[in-house]
């Protein structure tokens, strides 16, 4: 296996990011996304959907069972790869959803700075290959494309997301979907199903290089499982009657389930989220149609299994296999933000201008769009509290395993706590490529805050962070707050389902945040609370407008960059024949009275 | 019928001259209801003697029209409401403003509801 990786040497062209003066085998590694998956979507994390090489990939290595990450997909993606705090890098929120008078700070634009480094450009200039397949949305000019951001070749969907069956936008607000292939408009074969796609583009890629002794990172991230939620008959076929007795009965196996496997504590229970509607007052139709949103659902993760199984065989084929190192994991929680009906009369003539359907027979397949509802988002977070755009559990943990070469212990599992973060300067401590300093290409880029988490992959459980006050973790989205240190974690949810109020958890025993312990322990809140305070001047937080609103957001967004110019023509061409009118119909006037 | 909506148009006719008495006995907290910190010197004095104006003009226009039976005192009322409606969309689309659609709803509301009431009126005389 040796011949088959590099033995690489200090006299590779070098920049800051390296440098290793002694000879050493550097590992390939691939790093896999999903996209809005829940906590317990998959098997090794309690899932009843069937994820074989997932599973196989957290035999052969270490489950993080309390790992986070950011409430949504950009400020995820942008700390996942440089290892710094999403406000610092640029990406606070996404575009779509930043209000105009937040636009005005260059480190609100919700694309990614250009005072971070990736940790692609890292590995590149350490002599590595790197390919990046699939969703970016990170900003979508020349030189914010991932072929600008330290990919060698790419293929990669600029928006939040999109069709998994063809180019097409999933949402009003965008005008088509923008899919590039190495900086340029790139059009999707007709055979398009997104994860076979990525997977076949990132086997291209590796295969392009196949006599190359240079080591690679292949940067997967899927469209699974965003919305419109989709995939193949076959496996929609698999999960059909799965979900019939409904979320609330999903919630609880999945709660149980987790706890068998030791993902969370035995002591852990899980809360009703007041947005969960009760199964049982729903008609049989309306049962019968969420258990296919559902199914469809995991149909769509099980698709992505079996393409990740598909690599992990290629590289077994061509022998890189034994030298590669996997991580995987989930950009944000499960999303709730799917119609609660989407077969009401104005749900569907909403999905009919853009060409979409929500018939039942054709859920998942071409020309249909689907989603999960809050109640099944509830249910794939399960037993976490909250989901996607929120920072209680349910939208910040998420799975995380790491495996294969470099790896040492094997099927474990670990509830060291774990950040977003840590991943960048974990894969350059895995890789000997040195953090960059404060500078890099000379230029001052911000320094990395994530911290390695290498050492947690023996079989000697290793705390990476202890509870002084360096050691805490805050993060912010469009007002929704939190802080970890140690086993404690203080959130704040600014509107519904939240109330305003700071509430403080001990995640480890409480991952569900049952038991509010802010009159408990009111100095441990009040001490978290100033951190926080200190993280947002840190980290140049700013604060949110009155009566924000998430969703309103991102349509008067999206109105305002889709039909911003035609408004204003219009109210142009007005303010030109009011006049006119108004003399016209005076004119009528006097000479009716005359 | 003219009797109810002469009723309807003096609410907002109200609401807009309570809020000019606002402007100038507590401009602070008046200006605070709509998104504004309360400014120093020229800028208050700018900003206190414009905005009461325009809120007592609206007001006092409603006021006029449905006491005197003359409609045509509506229109400065409905240009008011509709202009501000119309120029926040603007300050939106071009000047990276907040889309205060909390504001614009009830000020498209008001100057129909304007419109109409003096299309009545002019029935009645």
Redesign the interface.
């Known amino acids: 296996m040796l011949s088959l990786s590099l033995v690489w040497q200090s006299s590779v062209a070098q920049t800051d990011a390296t440098i290793p003066s002694r000879e050493i085998v550097r590992p390939n590694v691939v790093l896999l996304l999903a996209d809005d998956l829940g906590f317990s979507d998959i098997a090794p994390y309690g899932s009843e959907i069937s994820t074989p090489h997932l599973t196989a990939l957290a035999e052969n290595g270490v489950s993080f069972t309390n790992y986070h990450t950011a409430a949504n997909c950009a400020p995820a993606r942008a700390m996942l790869l440089t290892g710094v705090d999403s406000h610092l890098a640029g990406v606070p929120n996404i575009p779509e959803m930043i209000p105009p008078v937040q636009q005005h700070a260059d480190h609100y634009q919700g694309v990614l700075g250009q005072d971070v480094v990736t940790v692609a450009t890292l590995l590149q200039t350490a002599g590595y290959h790197t390919y990046m397949a699939g969703k970016w949305h990170l900003g979508q000019t020349p030189g914010l494309l991932p072929s600008s951001r330290g990919f060698e070749r790419t293929v990669a969907l600029g928006e939040s997301g999109a069709d998994n069956w063809e180019q097409k936008p999933y949402l009003p607000i965008y005008d088509k979907a923008n899919w590039y292939a190495d900086g340029k408009e790139y059009q999707l074969p007709e055979d398009f199903y997104s994860s076979r796609f990525l997977i076949d583009k990132t086997i291209e890629f590796i295969d392009s290089n196949s006599a190359s002794e240079q080591p690679f990172f292949a940067y997967v991230p899927f469209q699974a499982v965003h919305m419109p939620v989709q995939a193949p008959q076959e496996f929609i076929d698999n999960h059909m009657g799965v979900y019939d007795q409904g979320w609330h009965q999903l919630r609880q196996a999945r709660l149980k389930k987790a706890i068998e496997l030791d993902v969370v504590a035995d002591t852990t229970q899980a809360v009703s989220m007041p947005t969960t509607e009760d199964w049982d007052s729903l008609s049989d139709e309306r049962k019968r149609y969420e258990a296919k949103r559902m199914a469809v659902y995991a149909a769509m993760i099980e698709a992505m299994d079996h393409h990740i199984g598909r690599l992990v065989d290629h590289l077994k084929r061509i022998g890189k296999y034994e030298n590669t190192l996997f991580i995987f994991t989930s950009d944000n929680g499960s999303e709730p933000t799917g119609a609660v009906n989407p077969t009401t009369l104005l749900s569907n003539f909403a999905l009919s201008r853009q060409s979409y359907s929500s018939d039942y027979e054709r859920l998942g397949l071409k020309g249909s769009f689907n989603s999960i509802s809050p109640s099944f988002a509830s249910a794939a977070a399960s037993p976490l509290a909250y989901y996607k755009f929120f920072v209680g559990e349910g939208g910040l943990r998420v799975p995380l395993i790491i495996a294969g070469n470099g790896v040492a212990a094997k099927g474990l599992k670990t509830d060291v706590f774990s950040h977003v973060t840590d991943i960048t300067p974990t894969i350059l401590q895995l890789t000997h490529t040195q953090e960059p300093s404060s500078y890099f290409g000379g230029r001052k880029i911000e320094p990395i805050s994530g911290r390695d988490i290498s050492q947690t992959l023996s079989n000697h459980q290793t705390q990476v962070r202890g509870e002084e006050d360096q050691d805490a973790v805050g993060y912010e989205l469009a007002g929704n707050a939190a802080l970890f240190l140690g086993d404690y974690k203080i959130v704040l949810h600014v509107a519904a389902p939240g109330d305003g109020q700071w509430r403080l958890f001990n995640i480890k025993i409480d991952p569900g945040e049952t038991k509010d312990l802010s009159s408990v322990e009111p100095k441990r809140l009040q001490r978290m609370l100033n951190l926080y305070h200190q993280y947002e001047i840190d980290n140049q937080v700013l604060p949110i407008t009155a009566n924000f609103d998430l969703k309103r957001q991102v349509i008067i967004n999206g109105v305002h960059a889709r039909f911003g110019p035609q408004i204003l023509n219009f109210i142009i061409l007005m303010f030109v024949l009011i006049p006119f009118y108004v003399v016209y119909r005076t004119r009528k006037n006097l000479e009716a009275r005359d | 019928m003219n009797r109810l909506l002469r009723i309807i148009v003096v609410i907002p006719a109200i609401i807009f001259v309570m809020t000019g008495i606002g402007y100038i006995l507590d401009p602070a907290n008046t200006a605070a209801q709509f998104?504004m910190p309360l400014l120093e010197g020229l800028g208050r004095s700018s900003q206190i003697g414009t905005l009461a104006a325009f809120f007592f003009t609206a007001g006092f226009c409603v006021l006029l029209a449905t006491t005197t039976g003359k409609r045509f005192w509506y229109y400065p009322a409905a240009m008011l409401t509709g202009l501000t409606a119309?120029f926040r969309?603007?300050a939106?689309?071009?000047h990276?403003?907040?889309?205060a659609?909390?504001q614009i709803l009830p000020e498209v509301i008001f100057t129909f509801l304007f419109l109409y009431a003096a299309t009545r009126l002019k029935e009645k005389d």
């Not at chain 2, 990276?96 to 889309?99: E, F, G, R, V």
């Open positions: 998104g119309t969309v603007i939106w689309l071009v990276d403003a907040t889309l659609t909390d």
